[in-house]
């Protein structure tokens, strides 16, 4: 079943000790789209500018997505992040964040796209969140990411969402930030009292850990890999693995969400060995496929029985 | 069979944001020891001053290890250790370090250890810990620590220990430094070239990683905890329980090994709950199977197999 999925459109400009790129595609709807069309329909809603590059839109309809829902504004421009990583790559320094067309971005969800039933809100304004369910019919399954500035900022409407989602997906520091514990299992204890039935806490190169109101527990490691030459879009690409797989299956049982943190892992394994997109897009069933069983293999042990 | 370790016998005076202690028991070798006693016999090999409490001594002798190597110095002073940790918790700060009577050690292997088939060589000079192989006669399994320190002055002194050596363990920031790489798989494949036949990287909070000249790749949870309230001694007691288990069941295949840091992340996720061996000591043998099968169970995932 189709996946839909509301979140930016954007040209990133990226620094890395490894490159550097200007105004190439990025944007969280765009990193989940491309990781998530590898299992499953996507349906993108957005909003681009009318300097958004004809290339771009190319590319992202010759991937299938269903565009529909990506409004190009007649004379706006188009979102646009700037930003660098250090040697270290776990943490994006942002340089300039350019909301242009996003500033007054209200998402509007075509008919067509009412019945979704895979609902991905990326990280935008917790109302807009909350917007975009209201014209929801019946959902699934609700997935939120959000961001330490809707910690800060809008701390009221994030926990008025959170009784809205089934899951949320949030990097540490953020659980960290917005619970005041240093634990994740009691940041992931708390939040869970909030609303979603599932926490999945993102640790970037050290994996994500996942919470279950059901009880459930899960730790999905990284693929390790020799280069990562650009972490953008690393979390948004585990959602669209996650997300994809999902919907793909139709399955939401608790086995099946921790196979879907394995593909979530995988497709950021992807994302990070290259720019934008690049290494994304070229991904094959069979890559997928290797990984997979690579971190199956990587994670495996038994009891010890006594001879 | 026993484990022999060499290593620090400490008073430490650490301080977190949830207490403080001042002169406690501590030191590598005492950490490693109580949590390889949970499995096998243990030597220690190690050093302290006259002034080392009799109450210490007591309790390392009632938990029942073996002390021949562990020489009392006429006149000397303990070796001490002075340290905080910032709220994060993953990273020591040390404030002073009283060397003391390990100013001088000289590991002397009693005869009767001479035979010892499992060997750890806890993070001491790394001249020192050849000196404690020349003694030994035909060890099955050689694991040794470093850090940053040996790094930094003595590297030539490691790369020679390193060919000695079955098994290195060494935390990330160490591997990257040592290595000069940002991906641990590349830090891993290097130092594997160096001699050990396997590498296993320690990430604190994030569990740890191994790799083996075999070809094998493990990644080893960690168990979530509600409190850290001390983390001194985690690194020391996950090679304890690592060691401990390998030297009982006598099997060091990969499979085992896997295991093996299975229960060495169960032990560190004791040690740090509590304050010195405060809670280490009290572990019982129920205590350490629910938290491997804990473990196993947050790993499990399956293939997904087409209805």
Redesign the interface.
């Known amino acids: 079943m189709a996946v839909l999925v509301v979140g930016s459109v954007a040209l990133d400009s990226v620094k890395t000790p490894f490159g550097e790129v200007k105004d190439v595609l990025g944007g969280s709807a765009v990193y989940f789209s491309c990781a998530a069309n590898h299992y499953t329909d996507v349906r993108l809603v957005g909003v681009v500018g009318e300097d958004f590059p004809k290339v771009y839109l190319n590319f992202l309809k010759k991937m299938g997505l269903d565009l529909k829902g990506l409004e190009v504004k007649k004379g706006g421009k188009t979102f646009r992040w700037k930003g660098y990583y250090e040697?270290?790559?776990g943490h994006a320094h942002t340089v300039d964040t350019e909301l242009n067309v996003f500033r007054t971005f209200k998402p509007h969800i075509p008919d067509e796209y009412k019945d979704s039933k895979y609902v991905f809100l990326a990280n935008i304004d917790p109302d807009l969140q909350m917007e975009v369910l209201d014209q929801i019919k019946k959902p699934r399954l609700v997935v939120g990411d959000t961001m330490n500035y809707w910690i800060e900022n809008k701390r009221e409407s994030l926990l008025k969402l959170f009784k809205r989602l089934d899951i949320i997906l949030l990097n540490d520091s953020e659980a960290r930030q917005l619970c005041e514990e240093?634990?994740?299992?009691?940041a992931a204890t708390k939040i869970l009292k909030w609303g979603p039935r599932t926490v999945i806490i993102k640790?970037g190169e050290?994996?994500a850990?996942l919470w279950s109101a059901s009880g459930d527990?899960?730790?999905a490691?990284?693929y390790?890999?020799?280069?990562?030459n650009d972490p953008t879009g690393a979390g948004d690409s585990f959602a669209g693995g996650f997300m994809g797989?999902v919907a793909y299956?139709g399955d939401i049982s608790d086995?099946?969400i921790?196979?879907a943190?394995?593909y979530g892992s995988v497709m950021a394994s992807f994302d990070v060995e290259d720019f934008s997109l690049d290494r994304l897009q070229k991904v094959k069933k069979e890559d997928i496929k290797r990984r997979?069983?690579?971190l199956?293999?990587?994670?495996?042990?038994?009891?010890?029985e006594e001879a």
């Open positions: 040697y270290d790559m240093n634990s994740l299992l009691k640790k050290h994996g850990l527990h899960f730790s490691p990284v390790p890999l020799e280069e990562v797989f299956t086995e099946n921790r196979r943190m394995i997979f069983r690579a199956k293999k990587s994670t495996h042990f038994e009891e010890w």
